[in-house]
């Protein structure tokens, strides 16, 4: 009798539809030919501020293709680089900028491999005079050809990322500047498609940040960046406010503003298959874990609570007083665990939780004999802790240097509540730069409600600025803000136990507000951020 087998026959054709179906969706998601506005990931640079990682894949838009070639922008600032480091006019040019060529050298050669370099064209590209200054007083621009470029302000408007920029016959300069005012409204309109954010590297090397910079779609913060055209001024650059609008004023190209390379890529040679074709939003890497994520409340009681606790995890332990609500009562301090070794975990305070004065007279004291230090291991320490979480608490050998300076000249002290040191601000393991003139956003931190009004009084009386919330100042008619946080908070310098060498003043090493290395005088008083280390032993 013969077998049926129509079962059988079914699976097979069932199985080779799933396969037509599935090699069609990958064809159509890697091989399909680009269109404006697709995305695609191609070369790789240094982006979530994790050297240890490599670089990561760089994201592109398409702004315009055909058969043969499609012209990619960067969608995020890629680094932060001057347009010149010379200061004069003539280095203002694109031609003879220091831009052009980190773009063309330093840049090409370390984000594409020679698979991908074999994709790019060299082009000439046309350098037109600014439109609004004309060539009254910037001179005529050659052609250059270029494999990495920078966008001018005619091509913003050929790639549709603005309204057509009116062009008028003017006799004078100030009739041009009024047609850069009224006509060009729309050009000039704070459009959200030209706002841009910078990765996690480059935010990591910013010295300053926009405080009225708007967001992205992505509700991310936007950062001004270069354009390669001639600005107003001998000296001026054109360039996208972080606001998105055009500015035909332009920014000083002897200052640092993001940069968003242009590159074309070859279609038709075969090696397009090597990209990667992206529609979908890349997620924003961080290199730490944020700082969103709940924080996890350590029970001494209960030893599970805190021994898988890893570096980076956010938790609760304690409490002092921080919404500076006082009917309310004390609220949980919040911590960042530091370290992590075998046998403890060191947890730092998330926040500068109050303003002390590192000794309160002016003396030749030093860690070990300061007033800072027995109030951390006594008022604060009792008031923070019940004898259930003291037990878990343990009392650390902590080094230190009279100064850094001479390391030889090291002690010990035994303490259950202490600060960060020099050394320890410089610790890249902690996940700080080693650089200590680096104004590193990592070592940023804001204070609590109860704090700021502590640090306001403390100004108020002493008519200082150390602690002062925000200092804004103007510079080519930007506004700027020094020392902000990763989430955009005011930022505030806080103790170190380390001294600073001195033959005149007793001085002491803060953090300071921007992230970088601070001094000053033993009795002023500073953000205080305690220390501690949690037993892991049972």
Not at 209 to 217: E, L, Q, S, V
Not at 238 to 244: D, L, M, P, R
Not at 476 to 505: A, H, N, V
Request: charged residues 25%; hydrophobic residues 30%; proline residues 3%.
């Amino acid at each position: 009798m013969r077998k049926n087998n129509g079962n059988g026959k079914s699976f097979i054709m069932f199985l080779f539809v799933v396969l037509v179906i599935s090699f069609i969706i990958i064809y159509l998601i890697c091989y399909s030919p680009l269109k404006k506005n697709d995305y695609i990931w191609f070369g790789s640079y240094e982006q979530d501020n994790d050297l240890s990682n490599g670089s990561e894949p760089i994201k592109w838009q398409v702004l315009s293709v055909n058969s043969t070639e499609a012209v990619l922008l960067c969608t995020d600032i890629i680094d932060i680089v001057p347009f010149s480091y010379d200061n004069s006019s003539s280095s203002m040019i694109w031609e003879t900028s220091f831009i052009r060529d980190w773009l063309n050298k330093d840049f090409y050669e370390s984000a594409f491999s020679e698979e991908e370099i074999s994709c790019i064209k060299s082009i000439v590209i046309k350098n037109t005079p600014n439109p609004v200054d004309g060539l009254q007083y910037n001179p005529k621009e050659n052609n250059t050809e270029d494999k990495v470029y920078l966008l001018s302000f005619d091509e913003l408007e050929e790639y549709g990322l603005c309204e057509r920029i009116i062009l008028k016959d003017f006799e004078s300069y100030e009739e041009r500047y009024d047609s850069l005012m009224y006509d060009n409204l729309e050009a000039r309109n704070k459009d959200i498609k030209r706002r841009c954010v910078v990765s996690e590297y480059v935010l990591n090397k910013m010295s300053y940040i926009d405080i009225y910079a708007d967001h992205t779609t992505e509700n991310r913060k936007s950062y001004p960046w270069f354009l390669r055209s001639k600005g107003l001024g001998d000296k001026m650059v054109g360039g996208i406010e972080s606001n998105g609008s055009i500015s035909f004023v332009g920014f000083n190209g002897y200052a640092g503003f993001g940069i968003r390379p242009v590159i074309r890529i070859n279609l038709s040679n075969g090696k397009y298959k090597i990209i990667s074709k992206k529609l979908e939003k890349s997620s924003h890497v961080t290199a730490n874990k944020p700082e969103s994520q709940i924080a996890i409340v350590i029970n001494p009681e209960n030893y599970e609570s805190y021994i898988n606790l890893e570096k980076g995890d956010y938790v609760l332990f304690g409490n002092y007083e921080q919404n500076n609500i006082i009917s309310d009562g004390q609220e949980p301090v919040e911590w960042v665990v530091l370290n992590k070794t075998d046998n403890e975990l060191l947890l730092l305070s998330k926040y500068i939780i109050d303003n002390q004065a590192f000794n309160t007279t002016d003396a030749d004291v030093t860690w070990e004999n300061c007033t800072l230090r027995s109030w951390l291991n006594t008022n604060f320490y009792n008031s923070v802790f019940n004898d259930k979480e003291k037990s878990i608490i343990k009392k650390c050998k902590i080094t230190n240097d009279i100064t850094p300076e001479y390391k030889d000249d090291r002690y010990e002290t035994y303490d259950n509540v202490f600060i960060l040191s020099l050394e320890d601000l410089e610790n890249q393991a902690y996940g700080f730069s080693s650089d200590l003139s680096y104004r590193d956003i990592n070592r940023r931190c804001t204070a609590t409600e109860y704090c700021k009004k502590l640090i306001k009084i403390y100004n108020d009386e002493s008519s200082t600025s150390f602690l002062g919330e925000k200092e804004n100042y103007t510079l080519e008619g930007e506004i700027f803000d020094y020392g902000l946080t990763r989430k955009g908070e005011p930022s505030y310098s806080f103790l170190l136990r380390s001294r600073e060498k001195t033959y005149q003043y007793n001085q002491i090493i803060l953090s300071g507000k921007y992230g970088d290395k601070m001094v000053s005088s033993i009795i002023e008083k500073n953000g205080v951020r305690p220390a501690i280390c949690i037993k892991l032993d049972k």
